[in-house]
């Protein structure tokens, strides 16, 4: 079975601080993917990363930054959190290649930004 | 206009209806597509692919028409397990590589009462 984890399930945290999501699978897939999900506008990606060291933007990266150091790993960072972060963030890997395309998602970080 | 655009309902049928999900997707170029489920609270889950030909599995019949950009879910005799939101889903990108990113709709929420 493909897993990809979340550190955390939820978190709270205070308007200005830094924020870390972190993401492992377990598939060796090659692409990597976070999200944030709202009510009323679905699920928008905000950056994604193809290969170790490699990251592009997504429909929404204004205020957030990656980082990919290792295969398994893709870290989301918020380097100066605002409650309009509020929000389910998710992240998704997969395979390369046409017809791989299949998401496999995390079960999600509930983030507050008091 | 939004890439995927899907109805958010709400759906609310019984047990043992029939119901339909629609979705249009203003790519032309698009080469995959897929039905995914999220359950409250969880995370979003491969439900099936569509191909173009049509597909089946089990009570769930997913049908592509590309000619006017538009996939369609049906599910079958209802159970209450299929209460969720399905989000239709397409990888907008025709030929090259595309690093797997997918396009979600909004999301479809239906629920099945006894």
């Known amino acids: 079975d493909v897993k990809v984890t979340q550190s955390s399930r939820y978190l709270v945290k205070r308007t200005g601080e830094k924020v870390f999501l972190e993401c492992v699978q377990d598939?060796?897939?090659?692409?990597m993917f976070w999200y944030r999900q709202d009510p009323g506008l679905g699920l928008r990606l905000i950056y994604f990363?193809?290969?170790?060291?490699?990251?592009e933007k997504g429909d929404i990266p204004e205020g957030y930054s990656v980082s990919r150091e290792k295969k398994e790993r893709f870290s989301l960072i918020l380097e100066s959190a605002s409650t309009n972060q509020t929000s389910m963030y998710l992240c998704a890997s997969s395979f390369s290649g046409r017809g791989q395309e299949t998401q496999y998602f995390g079960p999600g970080t509930r983030l507050l930004v008091l | 206009r939004k890439e995927v655009e899907q109805d958010p309902g709400p759906f609310n049928v019984p047990e043992g209806a029939t119901v339909a999900f629609n979705c249009t997707y203003s790519?032309?170029?698009?080469?995959?597509f897929f039905w995914y489920r999220q359950d409250c609270r969880k995370e979003p889950k491969l439900l099936m692919s569509?191909?173009?030909s049509g597909n089946e599995d089990g009570r769930f019949t997913a049908q592509l028409n590309r000619a006017s950009q538009y996939i369609s879910l049906l599910i079958r005799d209802s159970k209450l397990s299929d209460s969720a939101t399905y989000l239709c889903?397409?990888?907008?990108?025709?030929?090259?590589?595309?690093?797997?990113?997918?396009?979600f709709g909004q999301g479809t929420i239906l629920t099945v009462h006894p």
């Open positions: 598939m060796d897939h090659e692409n």
């Open positions: 889903v397409v990888n907008p990108i025709a030929g090259g590589t595309s690093y797997g990113k997918l396009t």
């Open positions: 990363s193809y290969d170790v060291k490699m990251k």
């Open positions: 790519n032309s170029a698009s080469q995959s």
């Open positions: 569509v191909y173009s």
